[in-house]
């Protein structure tokens, strides 16, 4: 029980540390909380300008992790993001020069800019937690939290990611316009700079570690798991979806759901935790038939809507 109630005071502690910064934006804390604590990465999608990019600072900031921005652009090279062996004539030997990669929290800026070769690269750092470069492994955190953002498909100079790549990404959302008294508020905060610069850290790498551990010893009935299965496989039957749900993507809601039932205080899993991260979870690794149902649309975010009205939910 103690451990239990820590968890949920360092984890208030950090919800209220971000939301101090990133105002009016309750629920896409919540979830990039929840992607945290899943062990997994995020992708931010909007318009620029709406704090996609001070959302991955803030939580950088306040968990005291070391923090790396990459900006990706059409010329960006793999290399650029894993780093490269040098020669070091003094010693006659290569030397390895970690890319950006090497943090623990990684900030990929605009991902879908960078070519499609460049994109690949991240592959591996997101989904092995190593890098493989000529011939060695190095390993990445822990933690090691990728957050991407991208903008829209349809802006100019985007490359849309593959469907492996969204698939190494536990949650997906958008950011939104902010309502006006939060706007107001933002005003007021950047009067005197920029507020994120100022932010305390109020956890330490290793309290992540350990509330992640605790994330996955959060207790999960085998109806409950049957239910994400149901629903995993009924988005692999619909006619107008092309490539359903992987089983990575199972193996995400499950976690996202055991992360959501921390956040909330309790150490079960309940229905609710599934159905409320189905979208974030399922909606960017659908591809459809049709133009409108192929990566992060509204359109797959409606299939995966129409698949909880009628997947059974257990008692």
Do not use: W
């Not at 192929?294 to 008692?315: E, H």
């Amino acid at each position: 029980m103690g451990s239990e109630s820590s968890s949920i005071a360092e984890l208030k502690k950090l919800h209220d540390n971000v939301a101090s910064v990133v105002l009016g934006k309750p629920e896409i804390i919540r979830l990039a909380l929840i992607t945290l604590l899943a062990d997994g990465h995020l992708l931010l999608e909007d318009v620029p300008g709406v704090g996609k990019t001070l959302l991955a600072k803030a939580m950088a900031r306040s968990i005291d992790c070391t923090f790396r921005r990459v900006q990706f652009t059409p010329d960006l090279l793999p290399a650029d993001l894993l780093g490269t062996n040098v020669f070091h004539q003094p010693t006659g030997e290569f030397r390895f020069l970690p890319g950006p990669l090497f943090a623990q929290v990684v900030l990929a800026d605009e991902v879908n800019r960078a070519t499609p070769r460049t994109q690949s690269a991240l592959l591996e750092s997101m989904g092995e937690r190593q890098i493989s470069l000529d011939g060695q492994t190095h390993l990445l955190g822990p933690p090691f939290f990728v957050i991407a953002t991208q903008n829209p498909y349809e802006f100019e100079g985007t490359y849309p990611l593959p469907e492996s790549q969204l698939d190494r990404f536990l949650l997906r959302t958008d950011m939104g316009y902010p309502d006006r008294p939060a706007e107001r508020d933002l005003l007021r905060q950047h009067r005197d700079g920029e507020p994120v610069d100022r932010l305390p850290s109020v956890l330490h790498a290793s309290d992540i570690t350990k509330l992640q551990d605790r994330t996955r010893a959060v207790k999960v009935s085998d109806a409950i798991a049957d239910y994400v299965l149901d629903i995993v496989e009924a988005t692999r039957a619909r006619d107008e979806i092309v490539l359903g749900a992987s089983t990575r993507a199972a193996i995400g809601l499950y976690r996202a759901a055991q992360a959501a039932a921390l956040l909330d205080g309790r150490d079960y899993v309940v229905p609710d935790d599934v159905k409320s991260l189905a979208g974030p979870v399922l909606a960017h690794r659908l591809i459809g038939k049709t133009p409108g149902l192929g990566g992060p649309t509204n359109a797959t975010a409606d299939a995966v809507r129409d698949i909880l009205s009628k997947v059974a939910v257990p008692a």
